[in-house]
């Protein structure tokens, strides 16, 4: 199975100048944590609830803080083909639970979550095998 047939298409994003309380709102009322950080449509970073938390709440910095200046700057993506097991294995190795899907351009055109791959008969316990991985601090990381 390809990540396009899993993908969740309708997904929001900020720009870099928003401010952190924009992209606070967006993650509200989609019911997410994190939103990809777009110039037009080229992907060029990801803002997560930890970022605004860790990264402008805890350093001081107001709500009206742009969103450049706390966002995660390396984006790790996948194309609309990738298959639904290399997708976990991204996941997995990053310590990521969305991937944002992005066109041969570079373009956003949807995002496939851990929760996305597990609605899914990909292999026995991949999804879970991947959160495993995702969950353990970073360098710990068990090798199967």
């Known amino acids: 199975m390809k990540v396009q047939d899993l993908m969740t298409k309708d ?12 992209a606070a709102q967006v993650m509200k ?18 803002i997560t609830d930890r970022d605004i938390t860790v990264n402008a709440v805890a350093a001081g910095k107001g709500a ?20 639904a097991h290399e997708a976990a294995d991204i ?4 310590q990521i639970r969305r991937l944002p899907v992005c066109d041969a351009s570079g373009n956003l055109v949807g995002i496939c979550s851990i929760g996305d791959l597990a609605t899914v008969d990909i292999h026995i ?5 991947a959160l495993s991985q995702i969950s353990q601090p970073a360098g710990q990381q068990q090798l199967h």
């Open 11 to 22: 997904v929001s994003c900020v720009q870099p100048g928003d401010s952190v309380m924009q």
């Open 29 to 46: 009322s989609r019911n997410v944590g994190s939103v990809p950080v777009c110039e037009g449509k080229k992907v060029i970073g990801m």
């Open 64 to 83: 009206d803080s742009k969103i450049d200046a706390c966002m995660t700057r390396e984006v790790i993506s996948c194309k609309p083909d990738t298959d």
């Open 91 to 94: 996941m997995a190795r990053h």
């Open 125 to 129: 316990n991949e999804a879970g095998d």
